[in-house]
């Protein structure tokens, strides 16, 4: 067993080690808006959207499951009833699942997997196919990967993270979470006792949470410091 006060890592994948989606929802946003004629910026769609989405897999934790591709064509379609007739999300959602199959890395995340000393886990929601071909297209290397398709369920609902600890085999107490996502990933583990270190890059578009984080950092390779220090 590892020595310190931490026998894993959990870390997210969007947003955490691939850059951010911030550049494929700006771009869906904005076609919507052009093809719709929509009396809003791609903004403020983007924040209505978000928010409809988020709602829809927050509920699919705990009925229904839906994998992220179909919440993002469910929430869009929902966003826009009212406004719009019937209407196909998939040329709109199709931009995105671009972005989830074949994200660009944020520079640090080599070198800081390089110097970590920790068994560390993929927890990601994300549908498994589009994140197996993002990590085999970057030549990633981790101990485990656990998706919210594989368990059906998402952050930051617990089962998702109780889910990577056993296959880990480790006490959640003995973990440390790095993510990007206030809601989803400070918002998860911290209910379960893990240690939780939030990535804030200042690239998010809207971020629905309000935990505080046990650590904030600006870039992983802060991390490895935070390994040995006691909350």
Request: aromatic share 8%; with cysteine.
């Amino acid at each position: 067993m590892p020595l310190g006060l931490f026998d894993a890592v959990f870390v997210d994948f969007y947003g955490t080690l691939s850059a951010g989606d911030r550049r494929a929802v700006e771009t869906a946003c904005r076609r919507v808006v052009e093809a719709f004629g929509l009396t809003m910026t791609p903004g403020q769609f983007a924040v209505r959207w978000g928010e409809r989405f988020f709602a829809m897999i927050d509920a699919g934790s705990r009925h229904r499951f839906r994998t992220l591709h179909e919440c993002e064509c469910a929430s869009l379609q929902a966003t826009l009833r009212g406004m719009v007739g019937p209407m196909d999300p998939e040329p709109f959602v199709r931009i995105l699942k671009e972005y989830w199959s074949n994200p660009a890395l944020h520079e640090d995340v080599p070198a800081w997997l390089d110097q970590l000393r920790l068994p560390i886990c993929c927890v990601s929601n994300a549908d498994t196919d589009d994140i197996q071909s993002a990590i085999q297209k970057h030549d990633l290397r981790f101990d485990a990967v656990v998706t919210s398709e594989d368990v059906r369920s998402y952050k930051p609902h617990g089962p998702i993270f109780l889910r990577a600890a056993e296959v880990m085999g480790v006490d959640p107490r003995r973990v440390m979470h790095v993510g990007d996502s206030l809601h989803s990933d400070v918002g998860g583990a911290c209910r379960l006792g893990i240690t939780t270190t939030w990535v804030n890059r200042d690239d998010r578009i809207h971020d629905i949470g309000n935990t505080r984080p046990d650590h904030t950092v600006r870039t992983l390779l802060e991390i490895p410091a935070l390994l040995n220090r006691r909350v």
